[in-house]
C-alpha cells in the first residue's frame, strides 16, 4: 500500500518570498505523484503531475516539483510567491493499471502568504 | 464545458438517518471516485465507479455504496448516519483506459450529523 507524509503541516511566508512544500511517499511499486491545491469552501484543484519522463514538472501559478526517487520524495516549490496562493496544499499519488484513479493523500500543508 | 457537478452543497442530518449524494462528472470523463475530507485532513478515498460497477473500494464500511448511472453519473449514499461521517464528501472524475490521466473534483458536498 501507499503512504504520503506531508512534511509540514503549516508554512508561513511573506509574499515575494520562495516556498517549498515537502511531500515524501512509500510505494513498493511505481507511482504516479500530483499536487493538488485547495482554496477555502471549495474543491481540489490539480497544480502539477508526475507520470514519467523529466523529473523536473512545472505546473499552473508558476508552481514546479521535482521528483526524486532515491529519496522517495516529490517537493513542491515557488520563487516567488503571491498573497493568492494562501491556501492548502495536497500531495497524493496513485498507482497505475486497475487501481488507477485511487488517490492517497498526505494531510495536506496550510500556506499562509504574510504581505 | 462544464466540469465535475456535485448537488447538494450543504447537507444538516441527524444520527441514524440515510443520505444521498449526487455528482455529475466532466463531459467526456467515465469513471467517478468519491473521497471523504474530515476537518483538518486530506481526502480519503471510497469507491470508484466505472461502467455501472464499483471497480475499487476503500477501507469504509458497508454502510457507504453508491451506484453509477448509465450517463455517467453517480450517487453516494450513506445509511445509518454517525457523527463521524460529518465531512466534504468530493467527487472526482477520469477518463479511464488513456493512461495517467489525472482526476477532475467537484467542489463537495458540505455533510454535518447533528
Known amino acids: 500500500a501507499q503512504s504520503v507524509t506531508q512534511l509540514d503541516s503549516q508554512v508561513p511566508v511573506f509574499e515575494e518570498a520562495p516556498v517549498e512544500l515537502r511531500c515524501n511517499y512509500s510505494?513498493?511499486?511505481?507511482?504516479?505523484l500530483f499536487w493538488y491545491v485547495q482554496y477555502p469552501n471549495q474543491g481540489l484543484q490539480l497544480l502539477l503531475k508526475y507520470l514519467s519522463g523529466s523529473t523536473l514538472v512545472k505546473g499552473i501559478n508558476g508552481f514546479e516539483a521535482e521528483f526524486n526517487k532515491s529519496q522517495t520524495s516529490f517537493h513542491l516549490r515557488k520563487p516567488s510567491v503571491h498573497i493568492s496562493d494562501t491556501a492548502e496544499y495536497f500531495c497524493?499519488?496513485?498507482?497505475?493499471?486497475?487501481?488507477?484513479?485511487?488517490?492517497?493523500f498526505g494531510q495536506g500543508t496550510i500556506l499562509t502568504v504574510h504581505p | 464545458d462544464a466540469g465535475v457537478t456535485q448537488s447538494p452543497t450543504h447537507l444538516i442530518k441527524t444520527r441514524g438517518q440515510q443520505v444521498t449524494l449526487r455528482c455529475s462528472p466532466k463531459?467526456?470523463?467515465?469513471?467517478v471516485s468519491w473521497y471523504q475530507q474530515a476537518l483538518g485532513q486530506g481526502p480519503q478515498f471510497i469507491f470508484q465507479y466505472y461502467e455501472e460497477e464499483e471497480r475499487q473500494r476503500g477501507n469504509f464500511p458497508d454502510r457507504f455504496s453508491g451506484h453509477q448511472f448509465p450517463n455517467y453519473s453517480s450517487e453516494l449514499n450513506v445509511n445509518a448516519l454517525l457523527l463521524g461521517d460529518s465531512a466534504l464528501y468530493l467527487c472526482?472524475?477520469?477518463?479511464?483506459?488513456?493512461?495517467?490521466?489525472?482526476?477532475?473534483f467537484g467542489d463537495g458536498t458540505r455533510l454535518s450529523i447533528l
Open positions: 472526482a472524475s477520469t477518463l479511464s483506459g488513456t493512461g495517467a490521466q489525472p482526476q477532475h
Open positions: 497524493a499519488v496513485s498507482k497505475g493499471g486497475t487501481s488507477y484513479g485511487k488517490l492517497t
Open positions: 510505494s513498493s511499486v511505481s507511482v504516479y
Open positions: 463531459s467526456g470523463h467515465d469513471t
